[in-house]
């Protein structure tokens, strides 16, 4: 959830994302039940994270971890989530992907 609102920003051309997306998303059926759940480290969610990665979209989406680091000052778990993911770009650049596959789910 956080990665996914600290990404708004991450710039993402919605034909790209989507073809991205339901590539993933058939990696996820090959893979079997599609209703499992998502994995971080599932091969749908790393494929959309390699398809759609690039040091600009990166940069954004750390910017947009520390813009929320400020906002939740005072949010003991929420802070210490972001900071986290912060500390590991590589995990957050994966929920990033894993958010935007989940919302494929929503879209279909």
Do not use: K, Q, Y
Not at 4 to 25: N, T
């Amino acid at each position: 959830m956080l990665a996914s609102a600290a990404g708004a920003g991450v710039p993402l051309d919605d034909d790209e994302r989507r073809g991205a997306a339901r590539s993933a998303l058939l990696l996820l059926v090959a893979g079997g039940d599609p209703s499992r759940g998502l994995d971080l480290n599932g091969r749908a969610v790393t494929a959309l994270a390699e398809e759609l990665d690039a040091p600009d979209r990166r940069a954004a989406l750390a910017r947009g971890l520390e813009e929320l680091r400020a906002e939740a000052s005072g949010l003991a778990h929420v802070s210490e989530a972001l900071h986290a993911l912060a500390e590991e770009p590589e995990i957050a650049w994966r929920a990033f992907a894993c958010s935007l596959l989940a919302g494929e789910f929503d879209e279909d």
